[in-house]
Nanobody, 125 residues
């Protein structure tokens, strides 16, 4: 699966931003699509994920209630709606895809085979 993420930018604390990820290539039916982020000087961390078939969602505790991940099956698009943004949300955000993940493996970046290029999100204080 080829992925292309976009929509990052500079936003003030408390603001909102929506990231998009376009998927092409294979049929996505049994895929898990996810968002990860990498803050400056830190490792890559899980943000959110969606099962393409069924739409079940999973969130990191740090973003639950503020971020919403969704997908548009017809458009083959993955979205991350981010609200109440904080400076600690500043990071490069990546979309990723993997086939047939069990729940226990969804949260680890090592489980994902396909990655889009990152998009920078900067939240100013």
């Amino acid at each position: 699966v080829q992925l292309q993420a976009y929509g990052g930018g500079l936003v003030q604390t408390g603001g909102s931003l929506r990231l998009s990820c376009a998927a092409s290539g294979r049929t996505l039916g049994n895929y898990v699509m996810a968002w990860f982020r990498q803050p400056p000087g830190k490792g890559r961390e899980f943000v959110a994920a969606v099962r393409w078939s069924g739409g079940s969602t999973y969130y990191a505790a740090s973003v639950k209630g503020r971020f919403t991940s969704s997908r548009d099956i017809a458009k083959r698009m993955l979205y991350l709606q981010m609200t109440s943004l904080k400076p600690e949300d500043t990071a490069v955000y990546y979309c990723a895809a993997s086939y047939g993940l069990i729940v226990g493996r969804i949260y680890s970046y090592t489980s994902y085979d396909d990655w889009g290029q990152g998009t920078q999100v900067t939240v100013s204080s």
